[in-house]
């Protein structure tokens, strides 16, 4: 007990002392000019990030470039120039550079990186040495699609140079052949002092944003202060539509048609909303729900219909059919939202299929059906298996309407929503947790409130290789694109045809170039944009598209998306950028973080946190100058550093399942890393604490006879009620392995006073991980990141793992495994808890959580109740337990059964000697 007292208030200090970095001005650097320079050609924004730095030391110091870009956005360029030598980024097959990657971690050195910040944001960051009194030019392109969502275009532009820079510009041009109808300068960076920096010039087609500001203003905006800018600049514009058709420009061999007509009536619609009302949605999600709900109702047109589904393991509904949306009706359905509260578990199956039938019940002629679906959950009532789900619900709607799948918060299997509403010509958004989750949903529903056309299907004579062609619905603000190449580049045959079908009748557009007009040339320099914006958006779709092919087609799809980016250098998640340095220094990869949230067709692309392993370990030995957490350490008695485990044989190639992104809008912070290996463990002055380190207690000797058993929970096939069995405290245990992987889930029920687990640990290859109810170590057989339960949320991405930190949560996905490892608090008690939310096969595995549901059949339930648990007839008795791997922690009726019967085995099977 001693012992891990001490180990709690050792891991504890230690813990708490490693903090997050504030972004701060590098010492004896100077960025002595950062310019930002977007071109938009007819919404394809390529943006050029330059910023010049002198090393103002007498001795060569390593100098960082940090940048945010949009994460919808593609990297297509990256150079540094240093001494008049240039290094470009070369873009690579993924698995490629990611061997040099792997080879550069071999020799102990850093890799470069692009991770996930916030919701919109991604942060791309490398670092050069630089001699005494040097200076080096970074230089990086990204390019992007700018997407139509209520009417208008935002260009986002984030600047965070870290030091008020005299040379600090931003240009942005943009070219509109039609004109634009407005715009607006918006966000952090065109607040209060610094309004004036900002000028915009329109003149035709063409329009220009310049921001200048002076080095005192760089201090004065929100958010920036001494290390001057801080914040984004948003431009805000609409173009000029005078043509129902649409616009098509063409260059260089390829088009690009937009088609965003106006002067169309609105179809009334039959929406019907699908509400988890399960036990996770507990608190702000659920009251957010029901304003936005309250707010959507209020916003339905009379000719709407509309329905109401909540569900938890029970499906309810306001009213069974569709009604329409008269005052009464909508009072009516106020009242029943303002009564919708959390309970109970996530049965989404049968909650989706009965909005399938309220729809199919109500056909209607001239008019546009919407599902949408609210959850924050996995599936964990009836129907649990997610491919069985998908087959159900596809069938069910049969590509009759869309299915909008809005996943609330990072619990949600997002892969699964994703693909749901994409098998169903939808689209999946993510509603971030937070305090304008509301606005978020409302957001959301407004884009889709207004159908103006249905059953969109672009037609091209002269093209070949166009883009996707066919549009379920199209909704008022948004717009359709879609490009082509030319068949011998010949306009003379080229033309357009839209057919759809509008409220009253079918509707056909047609359009040649000769009646187009003549263009207003392409800007110089910018000839090739449709090209690149058709490879743009072929890569888009594909990457949404590969996710439902399987076999031979999801190769080809994979192989199209591979050979486009590296044609056009663009960073994709099949790709990944070397960035090469002057000889002798590191080799750094950068990848596109995971892709998350894709919406080709009308959404944004949202991508997954990751993070990888970052600075503070240079091979050249002495910790960079930023410091980071070493600077932190108090002097405490170091512990020898141990050896360092082995590296190498790591699969960094594989894939991982892939998952969300922490829910906060919160700031980037660096990981702190470091290395067992390095050199410089004498300067840390601190204890460097590898899990080899965690204590041991002596192996329970036997179960200390006061304390009370843990129950466990087996979930039962076809919705029966689960069965439960209890094992002795103070036990280790073996809870999930997989021999195909080396993965294994091992854990040590708490002594006594508590109802789980008091550690946790879990091996996968080289990479080891402890989780106790002060913290989490996890090392990846190098380096190794701690984390605090109660930290800010946090993301850790190596490329067979991901690890997300939220609130109390630790979401481990390793290989084929996805694990939620839960601090459970109880009578002022703390514990773990695991829930298995992926595994890796559907067959029982070693450990007691590798048990797929299981099958029994009644034989009497009359007293003394019976059971028949695999061909063995055995007395039960009706019990209670809670079931902890669920949020709420719902307290479920159970079958009582001995732990043998449970696990058809003897406990000894499951308990190890060490974790
Ligand atoms: C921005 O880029 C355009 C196109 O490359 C170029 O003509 C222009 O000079 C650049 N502007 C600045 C301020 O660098
Ligand atoms: C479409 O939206 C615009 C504003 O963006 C509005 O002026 C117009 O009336 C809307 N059209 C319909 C049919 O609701
Ligand atoms: C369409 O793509 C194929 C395969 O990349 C190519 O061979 C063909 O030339 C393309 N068509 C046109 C008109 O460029």
């Keep these: ?142 390019e992007e699609l700018l997407k139509r969502r209520l009417g208008k275009y935002e260009l986002l532009i984030n600047a965070q140079p870290t030091q008020p820079v005299a040379d600090f510009k931003i240009d942005v041009h943009i070219h509109e052949n039609r004109g634009i109808s407005f715009l607006e300068v918006k966000g952090g960076l065109s607040t209060n002092e610094l309004a004036s920096a900002v000028t915009t010039t329109r003149s035709g087609p063409e329009s220009w944003v310049k921001f200048y500001p002076t080095p005192e203003q760089q201090k004065k905006c929100e958010g920036c202060g001494e290390n001057g800018l801080n914040g984004d600049l948003i431009i805000i514009y609409d173009v000029e539509r005078s043509k129902s058709e649409g616009e098509v420009r063409t260059s260089q061999g390829y088009f690009v048609h937009y088609f965003a007509p106006t002067d169309v009536q609105r179809i009334p619609k039959n929406v019907v909303f699908v509400i988890d009302r399960s036990g996770s949605m507990h608190g702000r999600k659920i009251e957010q729900t029901r304003l936005a709900m309250l ?284 960035v090469t340095k002057p000889q002798g220094e590191e080799t750094q990869v950068a990848h596109k973080p995971k892709e998350r949230g894709t919406t080709q067709r009308r959404g944004h692309i949202q991508l997954a946190g990751t993070a990888s392993i970052s600075g503070g370990i240079t091979a050249r030995g002495g910790f960079p100058s930023r410091g980071r957490i070493v600077n932190t350490y108090q002097a405490a008695p170091p512990p020898p550093p141990p050896p360092p485990p082995p590296v190498g044989g790591a699969d960094f190639a594989q894939g991982f399942p892939s998952r969300g992104f922490p829910s906060r809008d919160y700031d980037y912070h660096d990981y702190s890393v470091f290395s067992s290996s390095d050199h410089h463990v004498g300067q840390v002055n601190g204890p460097i604490f590898l899990p080899t380190f965690l204590p041991t207690h002596p192996p329970p000797t036997n179960t200390a006879p006061e304390a009370s058993p843990v129950r466990f929970l087996i979930q039962a096939q076809d919705q029966s009620e689960p069965l439960c069995y209890d094992i002795p405290a103070s036990q280790r245990l073996r809870l999930l392995q997989d021999p195909s992987s080396d993965f294994s889930m091992n854990g040590e029920l708490i002594e006594s006073g508590g109802t789980g687990f008091s550690q946790i640990t879990i091996h996968y290859k080289t990479d080891h991980m402890t989780l106790s109810t002060s913290g989490i170590i996890f090392s990846d057989g190098q380096n190794a990141v701690k984390f605090l339960w109660n930290q800010e949320p946090t993301t850790h991405e190596t490329d067979s793992v991901s690890l997300i930190l939220r609130n109390k949560e630790m979401d481990v996905s390793m290989g084929n495994t996805r694990v939620v490892i839960l601090l459970r608090e109880q009578d002022g008690n703390s514990f773990l808890w695991p829930a298995v939310r992926q595994r890796p096969s559907t067959t029982t595995l070693p450990g007691l959580f590798g048990k797929p549901p299981v099958a029994y059949t009644a034989v009497t339930l009359s007293h003394p109740p019976k059971l028949k648990i695999q061909d063995q007839e055995v007395q039960v008795s009706k019990s209670t337990a809670t079931d902890y791997s669920i949020h709420s922690a719902p307290r479920v009726g159970c079958w009582l059964v001995p732990f043998q019967v449970a696990m058809q085995g003897e406990l000894s099977d499951f308990t190890v000697s060490n974790l």
């Design 1 to 142: 007990m001693d012992r891990a007292l001490i180990w709690l208030s050792l891991v504890g200090f230690f813990l708490a002392s490693v903090t997050s970095e504030p972004k701060t001005k590098q010492q004896n650097v100077d960025i002595y000019s950062f310019h930002i320079n977007s071109t938009v050609t007819s919404r394809y924004a390529i943006t050029v990030i330059t910023s010049r730095v002198a090393n103002s030391l007498d001795e060569s110091q390593e100098v960082h470039f940090q940048v945010k870009i949009p994460k919808n956005a593609f990297i297509s360029k990256f150079r540094m120039t240093i001494e008049g030598k240039t290094y470009d980024g070369i873009v690579k097959q993924k698995e490629e550079a990611q061997q040099q990657y792997s080879q550069a971690v071999s020799r102990g050195q850093s890799a470069g990186l692009v991770s996930s910040v916030g919701r919109t944001l991604e942060e791309f960051k490398t670092s050069v040495t630089v001699a005494a009194l040097s200076k080096v030019t970074f230089e990086l392109t990204y």
């Design 295 to 578: 707010r959507i109702l209020g916003d339905l047109s009379e000719d709407d219909y509309f329905g109401i589904i909540t569900f938890d393991s029970k499906v309810d509904t306001w009213n069974r059919e569709l009604l329409k949306a008269t005052q009464s009706n909508v009072e009516d359905a106020k009242k029943f939202v303002r009564e919708i509260t959390d309970r109970g578990s996530t049965d989404i199956n049968a909650a989706v299929l009965e909005g399938v039938e309220m729809i199919n019940r109500h056909p209607r002629e001239g008019s546009a059906s919407i599902l949408i679906l609210l959850t924050d959950g996995d599936p964990t009532a009836g129907e649990t298996n997610p491919t069985r789900i998908q087959n159900n619900i596809r069938e069910a709607i049969g590509k009759k309407f869309p299915l909008y799948c809005l996943g609330f918060g990072f619990d949600v299997d997002f892969d699964f929503l994703e693909k749901m509403a994409l098998e169903n010509e939808g689209v999946a958004r993510r509603i971030y947790e937070d305090s304008d989750a509301d606005i978020q949903l409302q957001g959301f529903y407004e884009e889709v409130a207004t159908p103006l056309l249905t059953n969109v299907q672009m037609k091209y004579t002269g093209a070949e290789n166009v883009t996707q062609t066919d549009f379920s619905h199209y909704y008022n603000g948004s717009e359709i694109v879609v490009a082509g190449q030319l068949t011998d580049n010949n306009l003379e045959t080229f033309s357009t045809e839209v057919i759809a079908i509008s409220k009253k009748e079918n509707v056909k557009y047609i359009d040649t170039i000769a009646t187009q007009g003549r263009s207003t040339g392409v800007l110089s320099g910018f000839e090739n944009f449709i090209e690149r914006l058709w490879a743009y958006l072929t890569v888009k779709q594909l990457l949404g598209k590969e996710q439902l092919l399987k076999g031979e087609k999801k190769k080809a799809a994979k192989k199209e998306v591979l050979d486009l980016s590296l044609k056009y250098n663009f960073v994709t998640p099949l790709t990944s950028m070397v």
